[in-house]
């Protein structure tokens, strides 16, 4: 029911950064805890961050900790993704995604989903 449309990707060199968007649609974007995934070709979709309705609490995965961070402006409708000290192991399909309840952590979890953004890192 909700439209996520994520922005911001594109090529990058390694240790670059690059800071993604989603936009979301509605009144009640508050409501939706929101998670940031990624997927390549062939591989299991795999969680990268997640944030609460509030945005107090944040969960990253191990690989993106210390490098990237999720945050949120409720007022605008608006999920963040800053991705620093990118590798090119970090290349992949970005797409953010809402769940109607609390902060999860995995794909199946969450109802809503962006269509995606190409994130190339060039070693």
């Known amino acids: 029911q909700v439209q996520l449309v994520e922005s911001g990707g594109g090529l990058v060199q390694a240790g670059g950064s690059l800071r993604l968007s989603c936009a979301a649609s509605?009144?009640?974007?508050?409501?939706?805890?929101m998670g940031w995934f990624r997927q390549v070709p062939g591989n299991e979709r795999e969680f990268v961050a997640a944030i609460s309705r509030s945005g107090g609490i944040t969960y990253y995965a191990d690989s993106v900790k210390g490098r990237f961070t999720i945050s949120r402006d409720n007022a605008k409708n608006m999920v963040y993704l800053q991705m620093n000290s990118l590798k090119p192991e970090d290349t992949a399909v970005y797409c953010c995604?809402?769940?109607?309840?609390?902060?999860?952590?995995?794909?199946?979890?969450?109802?809503?989903w962006g269509q995606g953004t190409q994130v190339t890192v060039s070693s």
């Open positions: 995604a809402a769940r109607n309840g609390v902060i999860a952590i995995t794909p199946g979890e969450y109802n809503y």
């Open positions: 509605g009144r009640t974007f508050s409501i939706y805890a």
